[in-house]
C-alpha cells in the first residue's frame, strides 16, 4: 500500500540517536506494516499498538516484518493510551500513520507520479481516514498541477473529515461503523489544515455502494482491493454529476484484505 512510502521517509529521515531504540506507532494495519518494514530495511525495532480487531491478515503480515505487537481495544483512546506506555516502557519514538509532515510528503509521490504518468487531470480521487494520503494528494496537485481538484472519498458511516470540511473546524470520528477499516480513524490536525486549505471538496459513500466499487474493481480490472481503496470509485458511482466529463484520476491505495471475509 501507499503507506510504505511515508514510512520509508519518516524511518530514514530520523538520526541515528533517534533512531537507537526504535519506532513505534498505533495502526488498524497498513501503517503498521509499513513501519516495520521500513524499520527492517533500516536494521531498527518496530513496535505497533493493533487494535483487537483488526483484521488477521494485517497482523499476520505485522509479524512477518518483524513488528513487535501489543493489542489493544478498538478506540482512539486506547490506541493512544497503550501507545504512550509502549513508548515509555521502550524509549521508541513514535511515527504517527498520518498527523507526521515526513509521513504526509512520503505519501505525495503517490500522486506526484500519477500527475506525471497522466497529463492533464481534471480531478484527482483518494480516500480519507487520518487525511495523510489525501493531504500529500493534495499538496502534490497543487504543486505540481494547480489546474487539478483534489476530491475525497470518505465512508458515510465514519464521515469525520466531511464534517469539519463543512463546519470548518475539526470534529473527532466517533464510533465508525464502516467495512473501510482503513479509514476508522480520526483526521490529524495537520492534516486537517492542509485539506481545508487545499482540497476541493468531500464526497461520502455508504456502504452498499463502498462493496459494489470494491467489486466491480476485482471483477473488471482483476485488482484485488481493500475496502478502503474502493472508496473514491464509490464517490464517483454515488455522485456522477460531479465526474461528468472529467478527466479524473482514482488513487487505489491498498489492497490488504482477509480474503476468507470478501463482502460477497
Not at 63 to 81: N, S, V
Not at 140 to 149: D, E
Request: aromatic share 8%.
Amino acid at each position: 500500500a501507499f503507506k510504505f512510502r511515508g514510512a520509508c521517509n519518516a524511518v530514514f529521515s530520523l538520526s541515528d540517536q533517534q533512531a537507537i531504540h526504535g519506532v513505534c506507532t498505533h495502526s488498524s494495519g497498513n501503517h503498521a506494516q509499513a513501519l516495520a518494514l521500513a524499520a527492517r530495511i533500516r536494521g531498527i525495532k518496530a513496535y505497533i499498538v493493533m487494535p483487537e480487531n483488526a483484521p488477521r491478515v494485517k497482523v499476520e503480515a505485522v509479524k512477518g516484518y518483524g513488528g513487535i505487537i501489543t493489542f489493544c481495544e478498538p478506540t482512539l483512546e486506547a490506541r493512544e493510551t497503550t501507545l504512550l506506555k509502549v513508548i515509555q516502557d521502550t524509549g521508541a519514538i513514535e511515527i504517527h500513520p498520518y498527523n507526521n509532515y515526513y509521513i504526509i510528503s512520503g505519501q505525495a509521490t503517490s500522486c506526484m507520479e500519477l500527475l506525471d504518468e497522466i497529463q492533464g487531470l481534471d480531478i484527482v480521487v483518494a480516500p480519507v481516514g487520518g487525511g495523510g494520503l489525501l493531504s500529500g494528494t493534495a499538496l502534490a496537485a497543487n504543486y505540481f498541477s494547480p489546474g487539478t481538484k483534489v476530491i475525497a472519498a470518505e465512508p458515510l458511516n465514519a464521515n469525520d473529515a466531511w464534517q469539519g470540511f463543512k463546519q470548518k473546524k475539526w470534529i473527532p470520528q466517533t464510533n465508525p461503523q464502516t467495512i473501510a477499516d482503513g479509514l476508522r480513524t480520526s483526521l490529524g490536525m495537520k492534516n486537517f489544515e492542509i485539506i481545508q486549505k487545499y482540497v476541493h471538496d468531500i464526497l461520502t459513500v455508504d456502504e452498499p455502494t463502498i462493496v459494489k466499487a470494491m467489486r466491480l474493481i476485482w471483477e473488471r480490472m482483476k485488482i484485488i482491493v481493500e475496502p478502503s481503496s474502493a472508496v473514491p470509485l464509490g464517490a464517483i458511482l454515488s455522485h456522477p454529476e460531479t465526474f461528468k466529463d472529467k478527466k479524473t484520476g482514482i488513487i487505489i491505495s491498498g489492497g490488504n484484505i482477509d480474503l476468507s471475509q470478501l463482502p460477497w
